[in-house]
């Protein structure tokens, strides 16, 4: 087992190991499975709803890759069964007592799937690749920003040096975006990563298609799983196949005919149906870090003034528009940090509440006192609206259709833009709108310091502060987060900055982040779920044709 010592992690850990798997499903996937003899061979299908256009983990921050990045990849670390910090990569780390030195002990024999070997000069070239400029890190680079550099002490030791204590470390580096890649490949051809990743996992890509299709193929000789995974040696499978299926309703009507195995991102309005069929088994999980909210760009109008920000909450029922959207399986949200979260503070519940009479109040004071002949109020010669681009797509968001509805009540224009998705992704990182929805899934709670601190505003380094949000008081308790020790040091710290966040008001949070998955029942055997993701996993999977 790990040496830890130094500053614990313990407190975390046990907070882990109540919240991170909690939510709708009636059980775990593992003991829903067969007792029988696992079978090798086979072919797993699996539909999904989209795929990120890269397959490099430090080069994207798509929801998929959690479920994506464990085919191919590995961790330094892992999260065991109770959410504890366990070796998978490196066996053993010592914590030094100031909390800025980390010094990993790795497993040996580990290779890549182009044969070169894992070891500290490995380690050091990952992190330097999540930080490199021109790996455009949208999530990797962020979640190590404290890393100041590292010494390779021999071949299988590495000592990483922090510019400050940072708590959140090893739980970040459990996460599929900071997985670990070929040294060799980030040396010699990292500009073939996307589309050609060499990871040291379970599965190797065979073939991808971009927005088709992923093939992969089972890796021969792979014997370093995680141990809570409570399975030694290669997969079972001998290959799984992914085909993007845009399409909710054809992602559930394939799964009901056979013609997929398991899918992902299941649809809401079809989850009753599925959760009711004994042939199969649905998984309706909450995400740790942030729930879905539209975040206001508060570095401009209208929502650089906090009396728009709060009537346009005030503004909307989110249960209705909840309830309209999840079909009943989401989870209504009236804060900025997923309940399923370590530290979550319930005391911050019940603040933002629907109020249409108090947002005409604020919209009032704030001089937006006359209405057009459409009803949408203006305040000198300009109407108030807001602007969110979105992807482009065959049928508009259900969701923002609906906040159009709930805010215009009360005068305000919700406009909706639609673009293709690499000008999206320009439109997001130039900050030229006026909201943009989104969430954003974390095993740890400094999801706060990486949507909300002003360090995270995108600059030199591409960040996720995507409300703009710049506030000193928030900063200075959003770091001291960061460096608390676990325990009540840390809990104080965390629930300080999630009040700050309600008077602060940088977005409007609507429902937790839902996991929803199903697969067949007699079919699919030895599916267990992630430790720091809830998404299923599939290295000791089998089929039972």
């Not at 299908?45 to 994207?60: F, K, M, N, R, V």
């Not at 890393?147 to 940072?166: C, K, P, R």
């Not at 030694?232 to 290959?239: F, K, Q, S, V």
Request: aromatic share 10%; glycine share 8%.
């Amino acid at each position: 087992m790990p040496v830890t010592r130094g500053r614990s992690t313990l407190g975390l850990a046990l907070l882990m190991s109540a919240t991170l798997l909690s939510g709708c499903a009636s059980g775990s996937a593992a003991e829903k499975s067969s007792t029988g003899d696992p079978v090798d061979g086979g072919t797993l299908a699996l539909s999904i709803s989209t795929e990120p256009g890269c397959l490099d983990s430090h080069s994207i921050s798509a929801t998929q890759h959690q479920l994506l990045g464990r085919i191919i990849y590995d961790n330094l670390v892992t999260l065991d069964e109770d959410g504890n910090i366990a070796p998978y990569l490196a066996k053993s780390w010592d914590i030094s007592e100031d909390g800025k030195t980390y010094t990993f002990t790795l497993e040996e024999g580990v290779t890549f799937s182009d044969g070169s070997p894992w070891n500290a000069e490995v380690l050091g070239q990952n992190f330097e690749h999540m930080r490199d400029p021109a790996t455009k890190s949208p999530l990797a680079a962020a979640y190590i920003a404290p890393y100041v550099d590292g010494t390779v002490i021999d071949e299988y030791t590495f000592e990483a040096h922090l510019s400050y204590a940072y708590t959140p470390f090893l739980y970040n580096l459990a996460q599929s975006w900071l997985a670990m890649t070929s040294g060799k490949a980030i040396t010699e051809s990292p500009e073939t990563l996307c589309q050609a990743p060499v990871g040291s996992g379970p599965f190797v890509v065979e073939d991808y298609k971009v927005g088709q299709s992923i093939s992969y193929v089972k890796r021969e000789g792979y014997n370093w799983g995680p141990d809570w995974l409570g399975y030694d040696g290669e997969a079972h499978l001998d290959g799984i196949e992914i085909t993007v299926v845009p399409e909710a309703v054809i992602r559930y009507e394939t799964l009901v005919s056979g013609q997929y195995d398991i899918t992902e991102n299941l649809p809401p309005q079809n989850a009753a149906a599925i959760e009711a069929n004994d042939a199969f088994v649905y998984e309706n999980l909450i995400r740790a870090g942030s729930p879905y909210a539209l975040s206001f760009n508060l570095s401009r109008a209208p929502f650089d003034d906090i009396r728009v920000r709060e009537a346009f909450v005030a503004a909307v029922d989110r249960d209705a528009v909840t309830d309209s959207v999840g079909f009943g399986t989401y989870t209504p949200k009236d804060n900025f940090l997923s309940s399923k979260t370590p530290y979550y503070d319930e005391t911050t519940e019940g603040k933002l509440d629907y109020d249409p009479d108090q947002a005409n109040d604020l919209l009032d004071e704030a001089g937006w006192t006359v209405k057009d002949s459409d009803g949408y109020r203006t305040k000198d010669g300009k109407r108030l609206t807001v602007v969110v681009p979105t992807v482009e797509s065959a049928t508009p968001s259900a969701l923002l259709v609906q906040l159009q509805g709930e805010v215009k009540k009360v005068g305000i224009e919700l406009k909706v833009d639609q673009y293709p998705q690499a000008q999206l992704t320009e439109i997001r990182y130039a900050g030229d709108y006026d909201g943009l929805a989104g969430v954003w899934h974390t095993n740890t709670p400094d999801v706060l310091f990486i949507r909300h601190h002003s360090s995270e505003i995108t600059g030199e380094r591409i960040g996720q502060n995507s409300s703009y949000l710049s506030d000193p008081e928030l900063d200075e308790l959003l770091q001291a987060s960061r460096g608390a020790t676990d325990g009540d040091e840390a809990r104080e710290a965390y629930s300080k900055a999630q009040h700050r966040l309600l008077e602060l008001v940088p977005g409007l949070p609507l429902y937790e982040n839902p996991s929803q998955w199903a697969y067949a029942k007699n079919t699919v055997q030895g599916i267990v779920t992630d430790t720091s993701h809830p998404v299923p996993v599939f290295t000791s999977a089998w089929l039972d044709r």
